[in-house]
């Protein structure tokens, strides 16, 4: 594999659809890209182990990892795209996998198939460079090309990354390489300032992928305790209302005050205050749950009751029990104990069961 040849472009967008022709060539070229990467990676691997080199060795297994996390989340495309049958749903699904995070391995649990995909190319360039396996690599004009095509990739990660920092590292790079043209153009020897320059190349467009992968998942991250933050506080006055129903209309309710998320202030921008922030809403959430249990249950019970009462009273119409005074008498209680305000629960429970002997089937010779 060359280095003019990587990973093919995605189709889509996160939670798009992508149309299916555009699916099937995509899918088509990944599998492609992955047979022939893999070969290439396993070359490299056998390179390494015979140049004994332990840091060159380190870099092929965190390229082979990025290949196998490719190669895995391929695989769950393919089932999901099943053989065409993929309707607009499983196609957002698929958008959703090749975009969306890949978790797992700590080394690419940030990273997307698409940053992984780049991440393994540039990985695998720089290794062919060191270990001089690219045909083109004794080529000073063919490595300064290359160099060229990576200072681009690294510089349009860098404006993306909207951080000035970032700008000035690739300006710096790209001065480096002017510098080396210059040299070259007047026959100097620039192979060890060469090898030095691929090697932070390939290194700042590794990181500046590995950094965009931290900030689209930070900004997922924010957005998503975001929409929970306003979900809960929502959620407040509904819960307000459920818990002043219960305590109106049952006796001796729950005593639980109602979770103020508000209190949580503002979702933060910074990673560790966000994770804390997120750890806090999931409590809040579990809190409010519990809230909900406790407020309802009674509730709800009152009603399972009332509609036990009337299902025996039908069954006693249909015994002949109904007309039975000691029947009757037990229906009123049933139902005085239930539409009282508040509502006694554990005497509603007893009447309904007395009512519920009260209706039995008689013998036969009883009735």
């Known amino acids: 594999m060359s280095r003019a040849q990587r990973a093919p472009a995605p189709p889509g967008a ?29 070359r490299l691997d056998a390179t390494a182990r015979h140049s004994g080199e332990n840091a060159v060795t380190a870099d092929v297994v965190l390229a082979l990892t990025l290949w196998q996390a490719v190669r895995t989340r391929t695989d769950e495309l393919v089932t999901v795209w099943d053989s065409g049958r993929a309707d607009a749903v499983a196609r957002e699904r698929m958008s959703q996998l090749i975009w ?3 978790g797992g391995d700590p080394a690419t649990s940030l990273l997307s198939l698409v940053d992984a995909a780049r991440l393994c190319d540039a990985q695998a360039d720089q290794l062919a460079t060191r270990l001089s396996f690219d045909p083109h690599a004794a080529d000073v004009t063919a490595r300064l090309r290359a160099l060229a095509g990576g200072i681009v990739r690294a510089e349009d990660a860098a404006h993306a990354s909207a951080d000035t920092e970032d700008d000035a590292v690739v300006a710096r790079l790209r001065d480096r390489l002017a510098r080396l043209k210059s040299d070259a153009a007047r026959g100097a020897d620039i192979t060890g300032p060469l090898g030095a320059l691929e090697d932070d190349v390939a290194r700042t467009e ?3 992928i590995v950094a965009t992968a931290r900030r689209r998942s930070l900004a997922k991250d924010r957005e998503r305790a975001v929409a929970l933050r306003t979900t809960l ?20 309710p729950p005593r639980l005050a109602i979770p103020d998320v508000t209190r949580l202030g503002d979702v933060p921008d910074e990673p560790d205050r966000l994770t804390t922030y997120v750890q806090r809403l999931g409590a809040v959430e579990r809190a409010m ?27 006693a119409q249909g015994n002949g029990r109904a007309a039975s005074s000691t029947v009757k008498a037990g229906e009123d209680e049933a139902r005085e104990a239930l539409d009282a305000a508040p509502c006694d629960l554990a005497m509603a429970r007893h009447f309904t069961e007395q009512l519920e002997m009260l209706v039995r089937d008689l013998p036969k010779g009883n009735r």
């Open 289 to 315: 749950e519990r809230v909900e249990d406790a407020y309802t249950a009674p509730l709800r019970e009152r009603a399972e009751l009332r509609y036990r009462v009337k299902n025996l009273m039908t069954k």
């Open 14 to 42: 996160l939670g798009v659809a992508a149309e299916p022709a555009a699916l099937l060539t995509y899918l088509s070229d990944l599998q492609a890209w992955l047979d022939a990467r893999r070969a290439d990676l396993d």
């Open 233 to 252: 506080a929502d959620r407040t006055p509904v819960l307000t209302q459920v818990a002043e129903r219960c305590r109106r209309e049952i006796t001796d």
């Open 206 to 208: 590794r990181d500046l």
């Open 100 to 102: 969306g995070r890949l």
